[in-house]
């Protein structure tokens, strides 16, 4: 595992797909901070909870079931088009386009992806604020996974088979570790993105994976600077 990318094992690539929150807008920009509030205040209705009960069972659902709609789904058999649309009413201003970010995105070679556990209006959203969504292929989203977040297994397969994605060609950036496991034994490089200065604040304690460090080829604080070093070697 190293913190530097050595661009000569991505000259094979041909696949690139990324994370979408807290990979492809840094994690300081908060954004994700608004639809886990969002989440919880959704929790406390529906269960007419307190705040911190319902954060306690939220974050619960989310270790059990991969993601709070998938808990809430099959514990409460949820609308998942309601959840949806309630967790990302969120305000997208706070995010400051990427140019750089959107530059080594488009001279990638190749196709390139996003691949998220939220709904595709919020990618689209997302990836529009910074200013990059022009230059992705497609959007895979928790609607085209059948609801089945990762890191379930069948959503890579079902990922992988729908656009034809081959591993051994493919790279997967990720901000969670244990979401690289399935992608590593399906021969995918990986890459997880850390916060900014690797800043152990940010990240709490249900997001880390000590346990999926071997999953785990690349370490980067800096997507575009990681992305511009491999462009400029394979271009």
């Not at 050595?6 to 041909?14: G, I, Y």
């Not at 928790?142 to 493919?170: C, D, M, W």
């Given at each position: 595992?190293?913190?530097?990318?050595?661009?000569?094992?991505?000259?094979?690539?041909?696949?690139?797909?990324?994370?979408?929150?807290?990979?492809?807008?840094?994690?300081?920009?908060?954004?994700?901070?608004?639809?886990?509030?969002?989440?919880?205040?959704?929790?406390?209705?529906?269960?007419?909870?307190?705040?911190?009960?319902?954060?306690?069972?939220?974050?619960?659902?989310?270790?059990?079931y991969?993601?709070?709609?998938?808990?809430?789904?099959?514990?409460?058999g949820?609308?998942?088009?309601?959840?949806?649309?309630?967790?990302?009413?969120?305000?997208y201003?706070?995010?400051?386009?990427?140019?750089?970010?959107?530059?080594?995105?488009?001279q990638?070679?190749?196709?390139?992806?996003?691949?998220?556990?939220?709904?595709?209006?919020?990618?689209?959203?997302?990836?529009?604020?910074?200013?990059?969504?022009?230059?992705?292929?497609?959007?895979?989203?928790?609607?085209?996974?059948?609801?089945?977040?990762?890191?379930?297994?069948?959503?890579?397969?079902?990922?992988?088979?729908?656009?034809?994605?081959?591993?051994?060609?493919?790279?997967?950036?990720?901000?969670?570790?244990?979401n690289?496991?399935?992608?590593?034994?399906?021969?995918?490089?990986?890459?997880?993105?850390?916060?900014?200065?690797?800043?152990p604040?940010?990240?709490?304690?249900?997001?880390?994976?000590?346990?999926?460090?071997?999953?785990?080829?690349?370490?980067?604080?800096d997507?575009?600077?990681?992305?511009?070093?491999?462009?400029?070697?394979?271009?």
């Amino acid at each position: 595992m190293t913190t530097t990318p050595d661009p000569a094992r991505f000259a094979h690539v041909t696949d690139w797909v990324f994370d979408l929150d807290n990979t492809l807008y840094p994690h300081h920009s908060n954004l994700f901070a608004q639809i886990d509030v969002k989440m919880t205040a959704y929790v406390g209705e529906l269960l007419t909870l307190s705040r911190d009960e319902a954060r306690k069972l939220q974050k619960e659902l989310y270790l059990e079931y991969g993601t709070t709609l998938n808990g809430l789904m099959k514990r409460h058999g949820i609308d998942p088009d309601d959840f949806l649309e309630k967790v990302h009413d969120i305000d997208y201003s706070r995010l400051v386009p990427d140019p750089v970010l959107g530059a080594a995105i488009r001279q990638l070679p190749g196709r390139k992806f996003i691949f998220t556990n939220g709904d595709r209006r919020h990618a689209e959203r997302t990836a529009r604020q910074l200013g990059i969504l022009e230059h992705f292929d497609a959007i895979f989203d928790i609607v085209a996974a059948g609801l089945n977040p990762k890191p379930e297994r069948q959503t890579y397969e079902r990922f992988a088979e729908l656009h034809s994605v081959t591993g051994h060609n493919a790279v997967m950036f990720e901000d969670l570790a244990r979401n690289l496991a399935v992608p590593k034994t399906l021969g995918m490089t990986t890459v997880l993105v850390v916060p900014r200065n690797f800043e152990p604040t940010f990240s709490e304690i249900w997001e880390r994976d000590p346990a999926n460090e071997d999953d785990v080829d690349f370490v980067t604080d800096d997507l575009a600077g990681f992305l511009t070093a491999i462009v400029d070697f394979v271009a």
